[in-house]
């Protein structure tokens, strides 16, 4: 599974606006909707599921990033809203940094090897020191597209 198969062109905001956590999910999932991924009329309940999901333990790993999401029978696959924050969003991270890279992701509640198989891809790269200042530093959604193709393709030449 590629970044590029899990978060949607039209889903990425290198300006995200939002400087809280819950209107940082608000806002990615609302790129969702716009993109037509999911219908507005799930929005509450989403971003209800998701913010329970938070309250849980905050999915702020550290290092400036975080990966909330939830999984919902209202798609067919992962799914995600990418989000890049130059001033930063308090998740309540483990490190208590803020945070400035968010990957907002929706799973099929019905196929956990899939949800698994997208985290598996999403920290793969997030794991990567370079990975993250480059996605830190991107400006507009070719920034971050060029930046998903090329991790895409450096993880596909690593596994051939």
Do not use: W
């Not at 590029?4 to 990615?28: M, Y």
């Not at 996605?135 to 060029?146: K, P």
Request: aromatic share 4%.
């Amino acid at each position: 599974m590629n970044l590029r198969d899990i978060v949607l062109t039209d889903a990425i905001v290198a300006g995200l606006e939002a400087t809280k956590r819950d209107h940082a999910i608000g806002e990615l999932l609302d790129r969702l909707i716009a993109c037509g991924a999911v219908d507005g009329e799930s929005r509450a309940s989403l971003l209800k599921e998701a913010l329970a999901r938070e309250k849980r333990g905050s999915t702020g790993f550290g290092h400036g990033v975080a990966v909330p999401h939830t999984k919902t029978s209202l798609v067919k696959k992962p799914i995600a809203a990418l989000g890049v924050s130059q001033s930063g969003v308090d998740f309540s991270s483990l490190d208590r940094q803020p945070v400035h890279s968010i990957i907002f992701m929706l799973s099929p509640k019905d196929h956990p090897e899939q949800h698994l198989a997208a985290m598996e891809t999403i920290f793969g790269a997030l794991s990567q020191e370079t990975f993250r200042r480059f996605l830190r530093q991107a400006r507009n959604r070719e920034d971050v597209l060029t930046l998903l193709d090329e991790t895409d393709g450096a993880a596909n030449a690593g596994s051939a």
